[in-house]
């Protein structure tokens, strides 16, 4: 039965342990539950199927920006795409389960609805029982129990101090429900990516570290262990299996290093535990890969995460060098990749990925969380610390992208998304003024908008052009001055004798409608000043009228700027940040070619 498109009676359904498939239902209100900052905080939300309400009913993290920018308002109906739930212990009240909401979709705003439909009932505690006969939510368990000060309880097999426990059959702890407040909890979860161990040594003394992103079927988080965990653990640890993992600490994610969908990540400790998961079970998801067609990379922004599978085409033998800024001695390989989208691309691999890369044959290469650069106008791949990246793996776009290789799918490939492009290079994107970008709103939707105009350089704020880096070849943090002739990188948590300095440049550009201030960083800018980092910053640090001269040779020459808006906040006020993606000298012949076919569209003189 159904009232107004609710599902009736789902609520009762899913309390009851029976699972449903996408129950429709309305929210009436809605609760901040008080954590530590917007971090950690969670909604709590009451929810009705027109029969019966709930108000145990949880968002999952991920959900909060839905609730914050108001599309959970009251009486908006929901469609529930994916749930789960769990067990609360509430002491001498017996327990109750709650639904945790992890992905949904909203059917029809509160706006519109306006009312509340139906005249729902307050769900009863016999009703909602979990001793309930139905059938449970996943499958049949069986073991003991954990519970937590937060009331979720996770159940297990009884665990020890010598790590001999099996937990099996256990009901888990979904990775989206963990916070700092709780301190009981088991997670079934499998490996995404395993970093190498980092060593590091300064006057505090040495230590090191591995970390590892993992995921279940409710979301993922990073877990780092440190010392003697990581001598413990790392030989454990292998990408793809699938591991029960307890007493980890939580805290704060650090978003800056991290592009996981988790508002926390976990420690090791002394007292964790952690132990392989070798039943065949199904209920961990597999890595889930949303490959894009290499052809598609060169449409793709700077730092973009992106994951690509390909075929090595070419592989140039392992270079090593030493480090100019850190003198440290590093390995790379260049790796060629295609794939039936007829276009190549370049993957750069350092250090053991590229000592260890087959040379001597053609492996199908699976590239998840990989980096897209940028130089000369080519794009590029290389991998960070979270990326994962297999050879010949058992999947199906892996067998077909092999046939089509090996029946000469490659031999008339010549497009590389790699290759630099000159300054006479088509104009694609979008021409805009800045005063057409201002009317058509641009970068204030979800995702930046780019588009291209011809402009002047006025001038550059030479306060703050440049910054102290960490010395690191593959690390880029600003550095914290000691005051004591050594400098602080806290991603790297090691002190060094120098830096680096890195560009970072603030431009007011102007076309014939108006100015934009414009941010550049380093390697478009030193593309730009022909000079690089160091040289501008030494320039500004020790001589200042050699740095104006340095700024001032570019002032008032035209180029053409493709550029990336979007809409930011700072302290809760929206600023468009415009960002150059590309600077090109502008080519006359080129540009009046340009302005010459947009007349004939305009005016249709011209064409045949």
């Not at 190498?196 to 279940?216: C, P, Q, V, Y």
């Not at 108006?514 to 941010?519: A, G, K, L, Y």
């Not at 993606?581 to 305009?602: F, G, R, S, T």
Request: charge should be neutral; proline fraction near 3%.
């Amino acid at each position: 039965m159904s009232l107004h498109g609710l599902t009736t009676g789902c609520i009762a359904d899913i309390m009851c342990g029976n699972e449903l498939d996408q129950p429709v239902v309305q929210i009436l209100g809605s609760k901040r539950i008080a954590g530590g900052g917007d971090q950690s905080e969670r909604f709590r939300l009451l929810i009705s199927d027109g029969v019966n309400m709930y108000s145990f009913a949880m968002l999952a993290t991920q959900l909060n920006d839905l609730h914050q920018s108001g599309q959970l308002a009251e009486y908006t109906v929901i469609r529930i795409n994916r749930y789960i739930t769990s067990i609360v212990n509430r002491g001498e009240r017996g327990e109750k389960r709650v639904l945790i909401i992890l992905e949904l979709t909203v059917v029809k705003p509160g706006a519109s609805v306006g009312e509340k439909i139906g005249n729902p009932q307050q769900l009863t505690e016999g009703t909602a029982s979990t001793n309930s006969t139905a059938a449970p939510q996943r499958r049949p368990e069986s073991a003991g129990s954990i519970s937590d000060g937060s009331g979720y309880q996770a159940r297990s097999s009884n665990v020890d101090a010598q790590n001999s426990t099996v937990f099996q059959n256990s009901l888990n702890h979904p990775i989206s429900s963990l916070s700092p407040y709780q301190n009981k909890w088991v997670i079934k979860a499998r490996v995404m990516s395993k970093s190498a161990i980092r060593t590091w040594s300064n006057a505090k003394g040495e230590g090191k570290l591995f970390s590892m992103d993992i995921m279940d079927e409710s979301g993922e988080i990073r877990v780092t262990a440190f010392k003697e965990q990581c001598d413990k653990f790392y030989d454990l640890i292998q990408v793809d299996k699938v591991y029960y993992i307890t007493k980890c600490q939580l805290k704060p994610a650090n978003k800056q290093y991290s592009t996981l969908r988790n508002e926390y990540e976990m420690t090791m400790t002394n007292d964790t535990i952690i132990q392989e998961c070798k039943d065949e079970d199904t209920s961990v998801p597999t890595i889930q890969y949303n490959f894009v067609p290499i052809s598609q990379i060169a449409n793709m922004e700077a730092n973009a995460m992106v994951d690509v599978i390909g075929v090595c085409k070419e592989v140039s033998e392992v270079s090593q060098f030493t480090a100019r800024a850190s003198g440290r001695e590093l390995k790379k390989r260049e790796v060629t990749l295609v794939d039936t989208s007829n276009a190549t691309v370049q993957l750069t691999l350092w250090g053991e990925d590229a000592v260890n890369f087959p040379s001597s044959s053609n492996p199908v290469v699976v590239l998840k969380g990989a980096r897209v650069s940028e130089f000369g106008g080519g794009k590029s791949l290389g991998t960070v610390q979270s990326s994962v990246m297999k050879l010949n793996p058992l999947i199906n776009e892996a067998h077909k992208l092999r046939g089509w290789y090996d029946n000469g799918g490659s031999d008339s490939v010549v497009n590389s998304v790699s290759a630099r492009t000159g300054a006479g290079t088509s104009y694609s994107t979008e021409w805009i003024t800045f005063h057409e970008a201002k009317e058509r709103n641009l970068g204030g939707g979800d995702k930046p908008d780019y588009y291209q105009t011809k402009a002047l350089i006025h001038n550059i704020k030479s306060t703050n052009a440049v910054y102290k880096a960490c010395p690191q070849a593959d690390c880029n943090k600003k550095v914290v001055d000691l005051e004591n002739g050594m400098y602080r990188c806290e991603k790297c948590n090691t002190d060094y004798p120098k830096y680096k300095y890195r560009l970072l440049l603030n431009m007011l550009v102007g076309d014939w409608t108006s100015n934009r201030w414009v941010t550049v960083f380093t390697e478009l800018g030193e593309q730009l000043l022909s000079k690089s980092s160091q040289e501008v910053g030494e320039a500004l640090e020790f001589n200042k009228e050699e740095a104006e001269q340095i700024f001032s040779a570019i002032y008032f020459n035209s180029y053409v700027f493709k550029l990336r808006t979007k809409v930011e906040y700072f302290a809760d006020a929206p600023r468009n940040k415009i960002t150059a993606v590309e600077i090109k000298p502008l080519v006359h012949k080129d540009y009046n070619a340009h302005l010459i076919k947009n007349i004939q569209e305009m005016t249709g003189i011209g064409k045949k």
